[in-house]
Nanobody, 117 residues
Framework: QVHLVESGGGLVQAGGSLRLSCAASGSIGSFNAMAWYRQAPGKQRELVAA???????NYVGSVKGRFTISRQSAVNTVYLQMNSLKPEDTAVYYCYINAGRPSNDYWGQGTQVTVAS
């Protein structure tokens, strides 16, 4: 059984920083891709950042230059460093991992990020 455990969310003032972590436990296999999604109240879930097994990264335009996704494969963990946070970044952030052959999708439980103006 695979579980993703997220941590690092919280309340921060605009302009501040937070670092989200997502640790996968269990036999997950090799990573194909990891990503962070977010969902604000009344909005659809959106992809924030993604990283492939080869290390290529992709970001939604609104966070480019402020957020950085990284991974530490040895400990099955993906991170999201969030700098220069804005109130519009307020959302529940979800970790996503696609791994294994055949591939499987795994989701974290979500962690709340609130940015106060």
């Amino acid at each position: 059984q695979v579980h993703l455990v997220e941590s690092g969310g919280g309340l921060v003032q605009a302009g501040g920083s937070l670092r989200l972590s997502c640790a996968a436990s269990g036999s997950i296999g090799s990573f194909n891709a990891m990503a962070w999604y977010r969902q604000a109240p009344g909005k659809q879930r959106e992809l924030v950042a993604a990283i492939t097994g080869g290390g290529s990264t992709n970001y939604v335009g609104s966070v480019k230059g402020r957020f950085t996704i990284s991974r530490q494969s040895a400990v099955n963990t993906v991170y999201l460093q969030m700098n220069s946070l804005k109130p519009e970044d307020t959302a529940v952030y979800y970790c996503y991992i696609n791994a294994g052959r055949p591939s499987n999708d795994y989701w974290g439980q979500g962690t709340q990020v609130t940015v106060a103006s």
